[in-house]
Each structure stands twice: as structure tokens, then as C-alpha cells.
């Protein structure tokens, strides 16, 4: 059984299987992590591309250490936009991903005792403008064992394009663009109009470049969608329905990998790399930096029209017949699509709050924007107002408004596109979601009732008080199933028998939880009360991987279905390091996803062979013995031993060697305790503490100490900056200690420092630590459970031992 690695914002674990260990990507925890001047020496090969991350949101916390390029009112004025987080390197539009690491005052998520660190974002990001240096810069990480992640210029609802402790390239750069009339299929010599196309476009530019010479892409609706990880993830939008979609499109690529080559993939080279990236995913088997697509007469007269049903009162009977009303409009769709319409709709779900128990239903409302080309008003009106008296007939004589708007027409479509990106587009909602592909035998061919039931039960909130809002968007059809094979790649095979993509919001994300927290809570609650529906409803249909619930638990089956398997072997081929994954990825469930592995301060590095058990008898006591069966060498920057319980504790520590230049503290809150102490063989120049359990209460430096480690809620500083001061407290509190005693432990837990103490803060220390010293501590357990009467065995590779400022406490199995 292979072993798994733990993908997270803070850190990177390895649980050890029994035969076979998955290998951990590199931290800056770890011996192996580049130094500084490696770093250096990198940027100078790179010719000076290298960026090191400078969380743009610094600039609202004084006194930190980084040095952001924007002042605060700029960043706060611009975050809520999508095209600012484009424009910056580290910077992404959702940043609960990046476990909130630096947010401006007044961001979704803040908090002001947070503070700003890295934190989720990659360490290092290269500001590519070649592919020389992409291939530079991905060979020289991935031989290092550090993990690659690629941003273009858009967005990505699923953190896709951020992780820490990684090197991240940035294709913002890449825009070339210009137009082949007659681009030449290198298998079978058939010409095509095409567009040679950078990555760093957005559908924005690219869409106005192409227009140039009269032509328009299949991308999409929203100007600010990055090209790459749009089209890559499949790609739909306005013209897919008639077009295909924009995995379709592609006719060749230029691709660098993870092992430093620079590859065309086409339909007569490199084919499977061609195939993977027709629709199998994003940021996983190479940077693509260039696209050859398919380009097409810019369609003229495009004409619009609405169809919009809604319960107008909030009786029983005009709200069931609103459903009713809307799954009569569904089921319509399919016959509208095979017409050449497509469109896209919105549909709510009012709270709950007022309803009774008896009367639990939702007053629902949907409106679906029609439009199609190169057509007349006539025409569309003529197929829109038999699907209107069809609801009306429905609905009776209950209070349900029905409206048929009238018809409008826009010269082309790229006066179309320009009308529907008038507004910026937002960013730094948090929230999560879950959709579904659905035909014809999902929509028209089950009763009126039968699919007014599925709506009702797939428009619900996860906070009854929230109103449930659905996205419908008509982009399957006649498009995507006349695709030829040849065109045909990774692209989950359930679009070519889809006609609509819907999309449910109602999973709430909890302020009050950490990101990881709030995500878990979000993702469980999808699990067991929506992906049910849509398996019921839609069982073997599949998702739409960029806009999909990213913690389903079939997300092989659903985002890319039958393509899996072979997407699989393609990656292990041109990514054979796995340097670059991502959540709900290929490949993927060989890595955990979690961003409170480090629990806020605190990363455990008791990972190799290590037994560790807690037993605890009747009388309230607890023995806990730590011991390796080898000697232990921790060779990081520094790190710290924390131990602390308010009952009776006996500890032994043995075979620990420490082999970096580090800090020590063994902290105790014990007022009756006794211990069989070993002291800890040293390699390196360090300071080791001392520290006495109390009679009572720690004294006001210990408590200072304390606050540091396990209240950060009381300091307004990054997580490098109250490590750094924790430096200089020990050293100035106890300078030169060569021995320490150890009375009383709640496990054994690993702590990091990620940067080296600078002398200049020692009047911080004293300034700001010391007086605002706390004389209590409140300690709390993960599941608020008693450890008395508890027995909790870790097997060899495992972890014992954890916190956080509020879970001290956490026991967890590997």
C-alpha cells in the first residue's frame, strides 16, 4: 500500500506505509531546501525573472517584513476585483485556498489578529517571458523535489493556481497573437483558420485580438477567464454549443515540462500530450505557453430574448407551481438547443427563515436569457412563446408570473460580448460549489413532477436563512457532439451527451472557522446533502471540472470519467517527479489536502518510525513515552519542543539528535508532575531552555513565552515575525543554558521557525511582550474531550501531538 503525502498551504507530511513511501516535496523546514544564495543563483541564470513573494496586502500590517509594492488603500480599494489578482504575481481572486494568509482590512475573512505571512502562496514565482526559462526554472525545481504550480492572467475557483512552499510559474507574460488563414495539419495536411495564441491572454484580449481579423474563439462569456486553465479544464461559453468547446479548439500546442523540454504536441508528435490537454485538466502535465486554435467567422445578428417564470405569492400553491413552471422550461431546452439556441439563466430559491414547519418550500424564481446568430427575431420568437404557454398551461390559474421578454438584436457577436462585460468582474468571495451535466434523459424525459422535486431538492442552503442560488448554462448540445474525432481529447466524454451545465451554491463557508475548517465543513455538508441529488438524478453523468464541487469524493468519475485511467499513465510520463498537482487532480488522492497541517504554528515532524502511545488510567494521570528506534536527527532551521498539561504527567524522551542551528524550549504548566528525563545529544550551535513547572501560575516571561507560541491572537504580527521574537526571548530570558528538565507533556510536538532572528527586534521583545503578558491559559481540546480515561495508539509513522491557538490538543491517526 503506497503512502501518501500531505499537500498543504503550511507544510508538507509524509505518512510511511507499510512497503512503499510516497516522497514528500521539500520545505524550507528541510536540510535539502534551497538556500539563499541557490535561490540567487537561480534568479541570475533565469536573467532576473525570479520574484521572491511579497504578499501585496503587507502593506496593511506595519512592521512586517516584506515589502509590498501597492500602499494599503490601493489594495483594499482593488481587491474585490478579479483582474487585480491577474495582475499580480502571487496574488490570487480566492484566497481562502491560501488559507487567508494576508488579507486587507474589510477582505471576506479577516481578521485582525491574523496578521500577513507567505503563507499559501508559492515562496518563489518565476516572471517568465521565455520558455527557455520556464524549462530552466521547472527542471531545476523538480530535480530539488519542490513542487510547481502554474498561474496564468485569470482566476481559479478552486485554488488551483497557488500553493505554499512551491515555485510557481507566471505565464502573464506570454501574449503573442496573430492569425493564419491557412494553418497546415501536420498529420493529414488539411488547412484551418487559426489563431497562434499565448497563455497569458484572457478571453478579454484574446477575444478583441482575434476580432481584428474578423474572427472570434471559443472562450469565455466572462472577459477576465484566463485562456490556459479555461481551456484546458474543457472550456465553455457563448459559442460552445455551436462550436464545441474550447478543448476542441485546440490544433497544436507548445508545452514545456517538468523535466526541462520544450515539446510540440500535435496530431503527429507528442499526440498523448495533445490528447491530455484537450479538456483533461489544468496545471498538471507541463506550462503550456502557446495554442494554435481553431478561429471562426465572427457570427452576426445576435438576437436575445428571456423567458422568466416566479412565484408571486407565498401561498403553497403558487410556490409548487413555480417549480412546477421551471421544470417545464427545462425540459424544454434540449428541442431549443437542437434549434440553435443556447443561452445561459439564473435561478433562486428564497430562505426559509419565514416558512413554516408545515410549509417548508421555497419560493423559487428563474429567468434563462435565449440568444442565438445569424437568425431574425421572428425566428427566436417563434420558438420561445410555445415553451411560454406550455409553463402557463402548467401553472393554472395559481399566482405565478410568466414573462416572455421582447426580443433584441446586437450587430455581431462581439458587440455581444462587449454588452455582457460592461461591469469588472469580482473576486475574494468565498463560498463552494457543486454542478452537473445533464441531457436530455435528465431533463425531458422524466415527469414535469419528477424534475420539479429534483430542482426543489438541489436548490437548498446549507444556513436554512440564505438564499439558494443556481447558474444554468446552455452550452452542450449539437456543438460539443459533432466535434470530429480527430478533435476529440481528454475532454470528459459526458459533455458530448450534455445540454445543460448546472451549478448549486448553497454551501456556506463558516467566518468563525479556520479556512480549512470552514472548507471541511462546506465539502461534508455538499457530500452528504447535494452530490446525493445529482447521483440520483444524474447517476454516470459527469461535472465540469472549473466550476465543480473541488472535494467530491468522485471526482474521478465526474470531472473526467472515462478519460481517467489514461490521463494517469500520460501524466507519469511527462511529469515522472509529480511536481505539479492539484486539488481534485490527476493523481491527486496519492496526496492529502489540508491546510491546517500546521495548525496555524505548528508543524510535527514525527514522521519515521516513530511509536508513540498515550495511556491513561482512572487516576487522571497520563504517561507518555516518545522514543525512536533509531536516533531521530531533526536538521531544520530551528525548532521547538513544546509540552504542556494542568494534571499529573510523567515523560520519557529518548534517541532525539539535533543537528541545526536551533532553539529549544521545553515548556511546562504543570503544578504536580513528575519525569525520567534523558538529555538530548546536540550538533550545532544553539540555545537549549530551561523552564519549572510553578507551584501555580507561570511566571509573567514564561507566560510572555506562552502568549507568543499559543495565542497569536494576541499579537498583531506574521507568523516569521513572532518566530523571530520567540528567538530572542529564549536567548534573552536564558542565555547560554546547556540542560533542560522536562515535567509534564501533552505529546511530543515539533515546532518550526521559518526565518532567522533579527538582533534589531530586541526592543520589540521587550516593548511588547513582557507588559502584555496573560497570567492564565485556557487550553481546549480538538473535540472537547476529557484525556482522562483515554488510550490513544499511533502506529510507527505516525503523529502524536499538534495545536494551534485554539486546539492545543489533537490527536490524530496516520
Known amino acids: 500500500m503506497a503512502g501518501k503525502a500531505t499537500v498543504s498551504f503550511f507544510t508538507i507530511l509524509c505518512a510511511i506505509g507499510a512497503s512503499a513511501q510516497q516522497t514528500c516535496k521539500l520545505t524550507p523546514l528541510d536540510a535539502d531546501w534551497p538556500s539563499e544564495a541557490d535561490w540567487s543563483a537561480l534568479n541570475t541564470t533565469l536573467g532576473g525573472s525570479l520574484i ?257 417564470v416566479s412565484a408571486a405569492g407565498n401561498d403553497i400553491a403558487a410556490k409548487e407551481a413555480a417549480w412546477r413552471g421551471f421544470a417545464v422550461l427545462l425540459a424544454s431546452v434540449p428541442d431549443l438547443m437542437d434549434a440553435g439556441l443556447t443561452g445561459t439563466g439564473m435561478g433562486l430559491a428564497s430562505t426559509l427563515q419565514n416558512a413554516s414547519v408545515s410549509n417548508p418550500i421555497r419560493k423559487a424564481s428563474i429567468s434563462i436569457n435565449f440568444f442565438t446568430y445569424n437568425t431574425t427575431e421572428e425566428k427566436v420568437a417563434s420558438l420561445l412563446e410555445p415553451v411560454r404557454d406550455r409553463i402557463l398551461a402548467e401553472v393554472g390559474n395559481s399566482t405565478v408570473t410568466v414573462n416572455l421578454s421582447k426580443p433584441s438584436t446586437q450587430p455581431d457577436f462581439m458587440t455581444f460580448f462587449e454588452s455582457v462585460n460592461e461591469a469588472p468582474s469580482g473576486a475574494g468571495t468565498a463560498g463552494l460549489m457543486t454542478s452537473r ?63 445543460v451545465h448546472m451549478m448549486s451554491y448553497g454551501a456556506s463557508i463558516d467566518s468563525s472557522l479556520s479556512p480549512q475548517e470552514a472548507l471541511d465543513g462546506a465539502a461534508q455538508w455538499l457530500e452528504e446533502t447535494m452530490e446525493p441529488v445529482w447521483r440520483e438524478w444524474a447517476p454516470g453523468s459527469g461535472a465540469y471540472m472549473n466550476e465543480g464541487n473541488a472535494f467530491d469524493c468522485m471526482f474521478k468519475e465526474d470531472f473526467y470519467g472515462a478519460s481517467y485511467d489514461r490521463l494517469v499513465e500520460i501524466k507519469r510520463k511527462y511529469d515522472p517527479a509529480e511536481s505539479l498537482f492539484v486539488l481534485s487532480g490527476v493523481g491527486s488522492d496519492a496526496w492529502d489536502y489540508d491546510l491546517n497541517s500546521a495548525a496555524d504554528l505548528y508543524l510535527v515532524i514525527l514522521n519515521q518510525s516513530l511509536a508513540c502511545a498515550v495511556h491513561s488510567p482512572t487516576s487522571c494521570s497520563i504517561a507518555i513515552s516518545c522514543a525512536w528506534s533509531v536516533p531521530r536527527v531533526v536538521s531544520v532551521p530551528s525548532f521547538l519542543l513544546v509540552t504542556s498539561l494542568f494534571v499529573p504527567t510523567v515523560v520519557t524522551l529518548e534517541s532525539l539528535i539535533v543537528s541545526a542551528g536551533s532553539v529549544i524550549a521545553v515548556i511546562v504548566v504543570s503544578p504536580q508532575a513528575t519525569s525520567s528525563f534523558i538529555p538530548i545529544p546536540v550538533q550545532g550551535h544553539f540555545s537549549i531552555v530551561s523552564f519549572f513547572s510553578p507551584p501555580v501560575f507561570p511566571s509573567p516571561p514564561f507566560m510572555s513565552l506562552l502568549a507568543v507560541l499559543l495565542f497569536p491572537q494576541l499579537l498583531q504580527f506574521p507568523l516569521s515575525l513572532r518566530f523571530e521574537l520567540l528567538a530572542l526571548l529564549l536567548d534573552f530570558a536564558h542565555p547560554g543554558s546547556t540542560h533542560f528538565h522536562h515535567r509534564g507533556t501533552a505529546g511530543c510536538i515539533v515546532v518550526t521557525r521559518l526565518a532567522d532572528a533579527d538582533p534589531n527586534l530586541s526592543a520589540l521583545v521587550i516593548d511588547h511582550l513582557l507588559p502584555g503578558a496573560k497570567t492564565t491559559l485556557t487550553y481546549k481540546s480538538k473535540k472537547s474531550e476529557s484525556l482522562a480515561d483515554k488510550e490513544v495508539a499511533v502506529p510507527s509513522g505516525g503523529v502524536l501531538g499538534g495545536g494551534s491557538a485554539v486546539n492545543m490538543m489533537m490527536y490524530s491517526r496516520a
Open 52 to 308: 521572491k513573494t511579497q504578499p501585496v496586502a503587507s502593506s496593511c500590517y506595519p512592521g512586517n517584513p516584506f515589502h509590498s509594492s501597492q500602499p494599503c488603500e490601493i489594495v483594499k480599494k482593488e481587491w474585490g476585483y478579479s483582474y487585480y489578482h491577474a495582475s499580480l504575481p502571487e496574488s490570487i481572486g480566492s484566497p481562502l485556498y491560501a488559507n487567508n494568509s494576508c488579507l486587507p482590512p474589510g477582505a471576506p475573512g479577516y481578521t485582525p489578529t491574523k496578521g500577513c505571512e507567505v503563507g499559501g502562496a508559492p515562496q518563489y514565482v518565476v516572471n517568465a517571458t521565455t520558455e527557455e526559462q520556464v524549462a530552466t526554472a521547472m527542471a531545476w525545481a523538480s530535480e530539488r523535489n519542490i513542487r510547481i504550480i502554474i498561474k496564468g492572467t485569470g482566476h481559479d475557483l478552486n485554488g488551483r493556481s497557488s500553493g505554499a512552499y512551491s515555485l510557481s510559474i507566471w505565464t502573464h507574460n506570454f501574449k503573442n497573437l496573430d492569425f493564419d488563414a491557412g494553418w497546415r495539419s501536420p498529420s493529414d495536411n488539411r488547412t484551418e483558420a487559426a489563431i497562434i495564441l499565448g497563455s497569458g491572454h484572457d478571453w478579454g484580449s484574446a477575444s478583441r485580438g482575434a476580432a481584428k481579423f474578423g474572427r472570434v474563439l471559443v472562450g469565455g462569456v466572462d472577459e477576465t477567464v484566463g485562456v490556459g486553465g479555461h481551456i484546458q479544464g474543457g472550456g465553455h461559453g457563448p459559442l460552445s454549443s455551436t462550436f464545441g468547446l474550447g478543448a476542441d479548439q485546440i490544433l497544436q500546442v507548445r508545452v514545456v515540462t517538468t523535466q526541462g523540454q520544450i515539446l510540440v504536441a500535435n496530431e503527429a508528435q507528442n499526440q498523448d500530450l495533445l490528447w491530455a490537454i484537450r479538456g483533461g485538466g489544468a496545471g498538471q502535465y507541463g506550462v503550456v505557453t502557446e495554442y494554435v486554435l481553431k478561429a471562426h467567422p465572427n457570427p452576426g445578428n445576435v438576437v436575445s430574448c428571456a423567458i422568466e
Open 437 to 499: 451535466l445533464l441531457g436530455r434523459k435528465e431533463l425531458s424525459d422524466i415527469p414535469i413532477s419528477t424534475l420539479a422535486s429534483y430542482l426543489q431538492r438541489i436548490m437548498v442552503t446549507q444556513d436554512p436563512t440564505s438564499t439558494s442560488l443556481m447558474v444554468i448554462g446552455l452550452q452542450g448540445g449539437l456543438g460539443p457532439r459533432n466535434v470530429p474525432e480527430v478533435m476529440r481529447g481528454a475532454l470528459n466524454p459526458a459533455w458530448r451527451s450534455a445540454y
